[in-house]
């Protein structure tokens, strides 16, 4: 019979189990979490667990020394596989241009659409795990990246590829998205764009077996309501699971959309209603907030109180992608505190259990309740108020994914 391998981790001033009953968090004091095999298996005091998991007995034994202990992060939104650099429209829009303006004098999308198809798998690869270095120091233990660089059948392959094989030897768990309706390429209309991600990327993509979310650029001068909706049918045909961009620059109908087709999650939202918001929470779409966009372009923030006064979930998530250079949830939590409102117990819950149920995830991850994937965060801080108070370094000191050590 093989080991059990177990880990300890102890002597946490608070422990952060989970969502709350009457509170948005469970938090227990001076606790300690165990985990056998990569699985949660005790939660509380030290004393408790450490007489039924004697650290001293443990493969992996964490003296938390009095700081606090929370579950990785899950980033339920990046566009983390491309290739190219566009700081120069970090400029542009400080000068100002927009981004529509941008899109339409060939940069934006398009511009990293161009230099992803050049790059090759390899190089891609090398640039994705490089930022998911830099999220797994931060304590983000579960990504989503999507496709949508390629805008051909070809290239958005590629790109999912790239994500599986990161995902095969990387930490961090990664979770694909196709998003071959992320622009319109050059040369082609809307309309005609449209057939060719539902009858030549999505039969494709089906076929390849890895994306598990089928998401849609829905704003105006991309794809509207119907384009969008024709394409999420037919992922969904395809077994893809719906999500939506929606209410970015305007009010569309996206939400409208994510709610018809109850889609996993709606995301941006900074020009939703409070319409909007009860449609998608009376089907079950998980609204998830990107306030770092917001942040690089210098526009409204989502309204983080109106979701949470009408008792929905709520995720952030990065955004992370060429145009909003963020990878740090840590940072995403600071700004939906400062800039939305949320209290800092309100955003670690958005970023963990909250992120999780953007993706569909059910097994506990976001938590560290018994049963769950053992991925923690050991701050360098007595309190996960830090997290969102303490934004200009990572707080993160000892991350630990599936019972073991993976950043320090």
Do not use: W
């Not at 981790?9 to 001076?30: F, I, K, T, W």
């Not at 996993?264 to 998830?288: F, I, K, M, N, R």
């Not at 700004?335 to 309100?346: D, F, N, Q, R, Y």
Request: with cysteine; hydrophobic share 40%; glycine share 10%.
């Amino acid at each position: 019979m093989t080991p059990k391998r177990i880990c300890v981790v102890y002597d946490a001033s608070e422990l952060v189990v989970g969502p709350g009953d009457d509170d948005p968090l469970e938090v227990r004091e001076d606790a300690a979490v165990a985990a056998v095999d990569g699985e949660v298996v005790a939660v509380g005091d030290t004393d408790e667990v450490t007489r039924e998991y004697p650290p001293e007995n443990a493969e992996v034994a964490i003296d938390a020394d009095g700081s606090a202990v929370v579950p990785g992060f899950v980033d339920p939104h990046t566009h983390a596989v491309f290739a190219g650099d566009r700081s120069d429209e970090f400029e542009a829009r400080l000068r100002g241009k927009s981004y529509q303006e941008i899109l339409e004098g060939g940069g934006g999308i398009l511009r990293t659409v161009e230099a992803t198809r050049k790059a090759s798998a390899d190089q891609l690869l090398e640039n994705l795990c490089s930022h998911l270095d830099v999220m797994l120091a931060g304590g983000t233990t579960t990504v989503e990246v999507k496709s949508g660089y390629g805008l051909d059948a070809e290239t958005e392959l590629r790109l999912l590829e790239v994500v599986e094989r990161a995902n095969e030897h990387h930490p961090v768990d990664l979770v694909p998205t196709f998003l071959g309706a992320h622009a319109v390429p050059d040369g082609v209309s809307t309309d005609e764009y449209v057939d060719h991600v539902v009858d030549e990327q999505l039969p494709a993509v089906e076929s390849q077996g890895i994306a598990e979310f089928c998401d849609v650029f829905c704003e105006e001068g991309v794809f509207d309501v119907s384009q969008s909706r024709r394409v999420l049918e037919a992922g969904r045909e395809a077994g893809l699971i719906p999500k939506v961009h929606a209410e970015e620059f305007t009010r569309l109908g996206g939400s409208q959309l994510a709610a018809d087709l109850e889609a996993a999650s709606a995301d941006h939202l900074l020009c939703a209603t409070d319409a909007d918001v009860e449609a998608l929470l009376a089907a079950g779409v998980v609204p998830v907030l990107l306030p770092g966009t917001a942040f690089g372009l210098g526009e409204e923030y989502a309204d983080a109180q109106a979701i949470l006064e009408a008792g929905g979930p709520l995720a952030i998530a990065t955004d992370f992608n060429p145009n909003c250079h963020a990878r740090s949830m840590a940072f995403a939590q600071t700004l939906s505190c400062v800039e939305m409102g949320l209290t800092p117990a309100e955003a670690l819950r958005a970023a963990t259990s909250g992120a999780a149920r953007a993706l569909e995830r059910e097994d506990g991850t976001g938590t560290l309740e018994v049963g769950a994937p053992a991925d923690a965060v050991v701050l360098e801080a007595p309190s996960y108020a830090h997290l969102a108070y303490r934004f200009d370094t990572s707080a993160a000191e000892t991350v630990v994914k599936d019972g073991e050590v993976v950043g320090t």
